[in-house]
């Protein structure tokens, strides 16, 4: 099995096939407008102007599990992204990412890259973790998504290479990404 299994609703209300991505090397990532990690989105957009001509495409989640801050319509979420940082990648319905209702792509994605912890010696880690810990501490078990923007990295083949969480900047991946090309 590889994430070309699945099929997603794009943002537009279009269901696609995730096959169409086939041959590409992709960042599949959860989002939301209202989080401290917003900022990512412009990372993530320059990673994508970087490396689109190579063959990446970044396909962005809204997802608004995490302190409900993704409350938009799918048309509010498109409009911040394009407005505020700009964003030209593929963006997808608002999809649940975790527990019961998560879409099966985001189980497949954890189960196939599992959770390793933050880096709890980087401030942005210890907060989360700690946070985490004291408010939703059944967050931290087994291997679902923890928070807004975790971001996984596939091959071209659809297999999954790499789990960064939320804590991970964007640039810090393009060794990775480097790799796969």
Same mark, same amino acid.
């Given at each position: 099995m590889s994430i070309y299994s699945y099929e997603a609703e794009t943002i537009r209300g279009e269901q696609v096939s995730l096959e169409q991505y086939k041959g590409k090397v992709l960042i599949v990532v959860n989002t939301a407008s209202k989080c401290g990690f917003t900022p990512q989105y412009e990372d993530l957009q320059k990673l994508y102007q970087e490396y689109k001509e190579q063959g990446l495409e970044i396909l962005g989640f809204p997802s608004n599990q995490f302190g409900e801050q993704e409350p938009g319509t799918n048309s509010d979420v498109q409009s911040f992204c394009k407005i505020n940082y700009g964003v030209t990648f593929p963006l997808f319905a608002k999809t649940d990412v975790r527990d019961e209702t #998560?879409?099966?792509?985001?189980?497949?994605?954890?189960? =196939? #890259? *599992?959770?390793? /912890?933050?880096?709890?010696?980087? *401030?942005?880690?210890?907060?989360?973790? =700690?946070?985490?810990?004291?408010?939703? *501490?059944?967050?931290?078990?087994?291997?679902?998504?923890?928070?807004?923007?975790?971001?996984?990295?596939?091959?071209?083949? /659809?297999?999954?290479?790499?789990?960064?969480?939320?804590?991970?900047?964007?640039?810090?991946?393009?060794?990775?990404?480097?790799?796969l090309f």
């Open positions: #998560a879409h099966p792509l985001f189980q497949y994605l954890t189960d =196939a #890259a *599992p959770f390793h /912890g933050f880096d709890t010696n980087e *401030p942005s880690g210890k907060m989360l973790n =700690a946070f985490l810990s004291e408010k939703l *501490p059944h967050y931290l078990e087994g291997n679902s998504i923890k928070w807004n923007f975790t971001k996984f990295l596939v091959d071209r083949e /659809g297999n999954v290479v790499k789990r960064f969480e939320s804590t991970d900047e964007p640039l810090s991946m393009r060794e990775d990404i480097e790799r």
